[in-house]
């Protein structure tokens, strides 16, 4: 007999595995592994020159950037990066004939990055009023590429609202949400601040003029 090595053979895109994916946070890159593997399922140790070539192809909510690196082992690592969170679908196939590699497609999740108050929003219901009127403000809280988050998203700032005029009047919040309300009593010109980790929201401050009640027949 005499001594050898048998070596794996080609790729064979029906039998590679593919692993990772998960979660990960927008404007951040995950990863995904493909473990080249033959034709009897022997992983792939080395990339030679002819071999399989892959490809990944993206699906909603936004764009996804995805770029393929072959690594040292054999392995093929599948970049990807996206700006708008939420649940994507990457599909890995083979480049060549267009074989749908098992395991594929892949799910991923984008998760929203931390509050940025300059891209957060908020909406007043009335920027002109009579004393007695409630006034309400309603704050969305999006991290820097704009995505909403929760209300109930964990280690959130603090949100406040402030109308300042005549007298200072803090809305205070109203049941579940980011909702915040107050009555506002005297008449006169306000500039209400709604504030995140003590910073304007976008496109705030606003100005509510309130003007006096009306006086009933017979009073004066």
């Given at each position: 007999?005499?001594?050898?090595r048998c070596l794996p053979?080609?790729?064979?895109?029906?039998?590679?595995?593919?692993?990772?994916?998960?979660?990960?946070?927008?404007?951040?890159?995950?990863?995904?592994?493909?473990?080249?593997?033959?034709?009897?399922?022997?992983?792939?140790?080395?990339?030679?020159?002819?071999?399989?070539?892959?490809?990944?192809?993206?699906?909603?909510?936004?764009?996804?950037?995805?770029?393929?690196?072959?690594?040292?082992?054999?392995?093929?690592?599948?970049?990807?990066?996206?700006?708008?969170?939420?649940?994507?679908?990457?599909?890995?196939?083979?480049?060549?004939?267009?074989?749908?590699?098992?395991?594929?497609?892949?799910?991923?999740?984008?998760?929203p990055d931390e509050v940025?108050?300059?891209?957060?929003?908020?909406?007043?219901?009335?920027?002109?009023?009579?004393?007695?009127?409630?006034?309400?403000?309603?704050?969305?809280?999006?991290?820097?590429?704009?995505?909403?988050?929760?209300?109930?998203?964990?280690?959130?700032?603090?949100?406040?609202?402030?109308?300042?005029?005549?007298?200072?009047?803090?809305?205070?919040?109203?049941?579940?949400?980011?909702?915040?309300?107050?009555?506002?009593?005297?008449?006169?010109?306000?500039?209400?601040?709604?504030?995140?980790?003590?910073?304007?929201?976008?496109?705030?401050?606003?100005?509510v003029q309130i003007t006096?009640?009306?006086?009933?027949?017979?009073?004066?």
């Open positions: 007999s005499y001594p050898g053979g080609r790729t064979d895109a029906e039998k590679c595995v593919i692993q990772g994916g998960g979660e990960t946070v927008v404007g951040q890159k995950g990863t995904i592994r493909i473990v080249c593997c033959d034709h009897y399922g022997n992983p792939i140790s080395t990339h030679v020159e002819g071999d399989v070539r892959f490809r990944a192809e993206s699906s909603r909510p936004g764009s996804m950037t995805t770029t393929l690196h072959e690594r040292p082992g054999g392995a093929t690592e599948v970049v990807y990066e996206a700006s708008v969170a939420g649940e994507y679908i990457i599909s890995l196939s083979c480049a060549e004939t267009g074989t749908t590699l098992p395991g594929s497609p892949r799910t991923v999740l984008i998760l940025h108050a300059p891209m957060c929003e908020a909406t007043v219901t009335k920027t002109a009023g009579t004393a007695g009127e409630t006034l309400t403000v309603q704050v969305e809280l999006r991290d820097k590429f704009g995505n909403p988050l929760p209300d109930n998203t964990q280690g959130l700032p603090e949100v406040t609202v402030v109308a300042h005029g005549s007298s200072e009047v803090v809305l205070t919040p109203a049941g579940t949400g980011l909702i915040f309300e107050v009555a506002m009593k005297q008449a006169g010109s306000y500039v209400v601040q709604a504030l995140v980790a003590g910073k304007s929201v976008r496109g705030w401050p606003r100005i006096p009640a009306a006086v009933a027949p017979g009073r004066t």
